[in-house]
């Protein structure tokens, strides 16, 4: 199955359950014969306030085991969610999950520059993965996830929440149906004010790169799923004003790209100051657009018309986590692959190359 954000017919089908305020997936289809089992790899502030919780509320998928570089989290976890010891693990031993039947999924849920080490361990164990985003901090690293996980005759999704969220499926709606004419321009943005300076996400060795690579990439997906297109050129500039802090990486970085159709779409993205959680799709006959757009909670948007978008809200992780264990339970493709993050991922690359060379890059 094509990606909702793509295909119209697959997303009319999506989006009617999200319209009628029904949960999006799982809820017309039976109860599972048995439920996907999830590892959790990488126990931080992710996987601990979001994705493990989210486990609980999943209908098709339950927490089967863990993979911590450190023996006080695996302690926690295994009081907390009753682990037993077999499917406790660290980074070195993932290989012994061949022999674990227990765990069909690994979630990848580590700081970016790790992600290819620890999903290509876990495809040659012979499980499926999902990643968060971004998928990686090159493409050629993204490439040998994808390949890792074909050899191994595995699945590979990407965690792109926001595939999933009624009101950014909605907007996807209004777009792909023209409901106020053919699109002309977008404008999104996503940024937040960092804390702690001496956290990875400061770490370009450990991040690839600062805000862009964090949180830009959702305004560079609400981009590309509301224009259903591929850009063709970026320009971008990035700037700092503590040289100290973002010594390493932009701290704020605005964009633009052109897409074949000649839509524009502007972008900004940043570390320094909060407040940017949005987008905006201007058409031929009106407008539309969410604030907050990104958010676990509390979506919501407005229309040129007077009319809101305020779609009920629901566990986007539980959401995000059940379509992919309904994919491999029906054997079908994600609809959000490793293909998909590869792409976000060649696009940042130019983006940063236009940052750095003040010249547009083809892509
Ligand atoms: P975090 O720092 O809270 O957790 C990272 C985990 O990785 C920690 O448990 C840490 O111990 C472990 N780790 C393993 N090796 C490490 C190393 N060498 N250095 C530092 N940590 C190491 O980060 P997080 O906020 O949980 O983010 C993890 C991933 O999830 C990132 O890729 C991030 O982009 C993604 N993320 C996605 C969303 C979303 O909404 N989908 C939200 C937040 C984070």
Not at 325 to 337: D, F, M, W
Not at 343 to 350: E, L
């Amino acid at each position: 199955m094509k990606s909702p954000f793509v295909s119209r017919r697959d997303f009319l089908k999506t989006s009617t359950l999200a319209v009628a305020g029904l949960p999006l997936l799982g809820a017309l289809a039976a109860e599972p014969k048995r439920k996907i089992g999830f590892a959790l790899c990488g126990l931080g502030n992710l996987s601990t306030h979001q994705i493990a919780p989210a486990l609980q509320q999943s209908q098709f998928c339950r927490l089967a085991g863990i993979v911590t570089g450190t023996p006080a989290k695996a302690a926690r976890w295994k009081a907390q969610y009753n682990i037993p010891d077999r499917s406790i693990y660290n980074y070195d031993t993932m290989a012994q999950m061949a022999d674990n039947p227990d765990i069909d999924v690994v979630y990848v849920v580590t700081p970016n520059a790790l992600h290819a080490e620890s999903a290509i361990k876990a495809a040659k164990a012979g499980k499926h993965v999902l990643c968060e985003k971004p998928m990686e901090v090159s493409v050629e690293k993204c490439q040998q996830m994808i390949d890792a996980c074909r050899e191994a005759k595995r699945q590979l999704a990407i965690g792109y929440r926001l595939h999933f969220e009624p009101n950014n499926l909605e907007c996807v709606r209004l777009a792909r149906e023209k409901v106020f004419g053919g699109l002309k321009s977008i404008k999104a943005g996503f940024g937040f004010a960092i804390g702690d300076p001496k956290q990875w996400r400061l770490n370009k060795a450990l991040s690839g790169g600062g805000p862009m690579m964090d949180v830009g990439i959702y305004a560079l997906q609400a981009m590309r799923y509301l224009s259903g297109q591929e850009p063709v050129s970026v320009s971008a500039i990035a700037t700092t004003t503590d040289k100290v802090k973002f010594r390493d990486i932009e701290e704020t970085l605005a964009w633009q790209m052109k897409f074949p159709g000649g839509i524009l779409a502007s972008g900004n993205t940043t570390y320094g100051f909060d407040g940017n959680n949005f987008f905006t799709a201007q058409a031929e006959r009106g407008s539309f657009g969410l604030e907050p757009a990104y958010n676990y909670h509390g979506i919501q948007g407005t229309r040129s018309d007077g009319k809101t978008i305020e779609l009920p809200d629901m566990n986007q992780f539980a959401a995000e986590m059940d379509d992919f264990a309904q994919c491999i339970l029906e054997n079908r493709p994600t609809r959000v692959p490793g293909e998909e993050g590869l792409r976000d991922v060649k696009i940042m690359m130019a983006i940063y190359e236009a940052a750095r060379t003040g010249q547009a890059v083809n892509l």
